[in-house]
């Protein structure tokens, strides 16, 4: 974390890294930090077992909870991978401003000890600011009827590249709607199990929506909910989605722009 906090970010760009999952660490040039969907113990191996699934994690912890130091703590659905109690109830609350995410997560934010006031409910389309931060939820198809409030995110430091996050969704052309907001980056789950985005989905969805780079996410953290990254690679070369692809290395630091 003090790595991060360290970290200098190009002006005009923006720094961000990989936890694992849909879990990301976004800093600005001004010094702004984010985080989306930290999912940073072990906690869904209990819940696998209850439905006879391995949910063990298969990525290292690479931060502890109680280490995260971020301005604005975000998540995009209430499914434990993304909102996880564990990983909440560790935070060093202090010293983030505002916990942003749909109701359901935010029901578990204040379950977790966040005071109201620093809880922020976001929807599809719904715009929030802090900082030199830009929030803006875009639409996610719920994948089962456990959680109904899914929702991506579109992010923007200032006047720098925008990242659209697809977050959990089940294909559906209502997503390139995102495109109308020409984001850079895209970054999408490729998973295809419980009725995620497959990488082809994703890829079609990456043609749609055009951005310069598109980075897979959400194929590493559980072995039985897993894919091999470079069939989404495939999967943009076939279909001539015109985007670079980026694959990322967990807790390495990854630049774009500026
Ligand atoms: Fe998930």
Redesign the pocket.
């Known amino acids: 974390m003090a790595d991060i906090r360290a970290f200098p970010v190009p002006k005009g760009g923006l720094a961000f890294w990989w936890l694992g999952?849909?879990g990301f660490i976004f800093k600005s040039p001004e010094g702004t930090v984010v985080s989306t969907d930290l999912y940073l113990t072990d906690s869904c191996a209990a819940l696998g077992r209850e439905m006879g699934v391995d949910l063990g994690r298969a990525v290292p912890v690479l931060l502890k909870p109680e280490e995260v130091d971020v301005d604005v703590f975000t998540c995009t659905h209430n499914?434990q991978?993304?909102t996880d109690p564990e990983t909440i109830r560790g935070l060093r609350n202090k010293d983030t401003a505002l916990f942003i995410g749909p109701h359901p997560s935010c029901a578990i934010f204040g379950n977790e000890g966040v005071e109201a006031g620093r809880i922020q409910p976001a929807w599809p389309q719904g715009e929030f600011e802090h900082r030199d931060l830009r929030l803006r939820g875009t639409f996610a198809l719920p994948t089962d009827t456990s959680d109904l409030n899914h929702m991506g995110f579109l992010l923007q430091f200032g006047n720098g590249p925008k990242v659209y996050i697809t977050g959990?969704t089940d294909y559906t052309e209502l997503l390139e709607e995102a495109g109308a907001h020409s984001p850079d980056l895209v970054i999408t789950?490729i998973n295809g199990g419980?009725n995620?985005l497959s990488h082809w989905e994703a890829a079609r969805l990456v043609k749609a929506v055009k951005p310069k780079a598109a980075i897979p996410c959400?194929y590493d953290m559980f072995r039985t909910n897993a894919v091999d990254p470079k069939m989404f690679e495939a999967s943009l070369q076939i279909q001539g989605a015109g985007a670079r692809y980026w694959e990322l290395r967990h807790g390495g630091a990854n630049v774009f722009g500026g």
Do not use: G, R, T
Request: net charge negative.
């Open positions: 999952q849909n499914h991978d993304h959990d789950v419980f995620n959400h």
